[in-house]
T-cell receptor, first 113, second 113 residues
Framework: GNSVTQMEGPVTLSEEAFLTINCTYTATGYPSLFWYVQYPGEGLQLLLKATKADDKGSNKGFEATYRKETTSFHLEKGSVQVSDSAVYFCALSRSGGSYIPTFGRGTSLIVHP | DTGVSQDPRHKITKRGQNVTFRCDPISEHNRLYWYRQTLGQGPEFLTYFQNEAQLEKSRLLSDRFSAERPKGSFSTLEIQRTEQGDSAMYLC???????????FGPGTRLTVL
């Protein structure tokens, strides 16, 4: 079945540091890939997505590239801010019509001033 | 606010009691999803509706759980005879076919004593 594996957190960085959160997946077919962010006390928000191999999703300085050969979708940001502190979830959705995502366990990011 | 709303935000109940949660999706969205999220885990799919039809239920959804979306707008999730293992955050999300982006509500945190 489909599964998503994320690096364990927490990831602790200083402001302006480079961020990478690793995500690998197992899936049948050609899934779409997503990164969601969850700020404290809030629901999940879609951060970025990619729908086919070699696509790059980007938003708010975050980027991730759909790598079919390595089954990966690593999240990167060149310079993190304190306001980026949150939990980040990698997810994939099935091909077909239901779009039900399978989520990873989440990676907590803590950014210090 | 035109986002997804959930009520209540927090619920504390005693084991064996019944509880009901409500989700109001974004008004023009025709799909509505329920998820359960436990501490340190990503959301797990429970069920989803397209308009008023319940199209899929997860094996996680035991017979103590029932969900409805009677008029294709808001939805309710009822848990009968609650158990301590039901303690979790219950998330609702909505989307508009054919787009696969889901918009999440803030969740209802259930604590079963």
């Amino acid at each position: 079945g489909n599964s998503v594996t994320q690096m364990e957190g927490p990831v602790t960085l200083s402001e302006e540091a480079f961020l990478t959160i690793n995500c690998t997946y197992t899936a049948t077919g050609y899934p779409s890939l997503f990164w969601y962010v969850q700020y404290p006390g809030e629901g999940l928000q879609l951060l970025l997505k990619a729908t086919k191999a070699d696509d790059k999703g980007s938003n708010k300085g975050f980027e991730a590239t759909y790598r079919k050969e390595t089954t990966s979708f690593h999240l990167e940001k060149g310079s993190v801010q304190v306001s980026d502190s949150a939990v980040y979830f990698c997810a994939l959705s099935r091909s077909g019509g239901s779009y039900i995502p399978t989520f990873g366990r989440g990676t907590s990011l803590i950014v210090h001033p | 606010d035109t986002g997804v709303s959930q009520d209540p935000r927090h619920k504390i109940t005693k084991r064996g009691q019944n509880v009901t949660f409500r989700c109001d999706p974004i008004s023009e969205h025709n799909r509505l999803y329920w998820y359960r999220q436990t501490l340190g885990q990503g959301p797990e799919f429970l069920t989803y509706f397209q308009n008023e039809a319940q199209l899929e239920k997860s094996r996680l959804l035991s017979d103590r759980f029932s969900a409805e979306r009677p008029k294709g707008s808001f939805s309710t999730l009822e848990i009968q005879r609650t158990e301590q293992g039901d303690s979790a955050m219950y998330l609702c999300a909505s989307s508009l076919v054919p787009y696969n982006e889901q918009f999440f509500g803030p969740g209802t945190r259930l604590t079963v004593l």
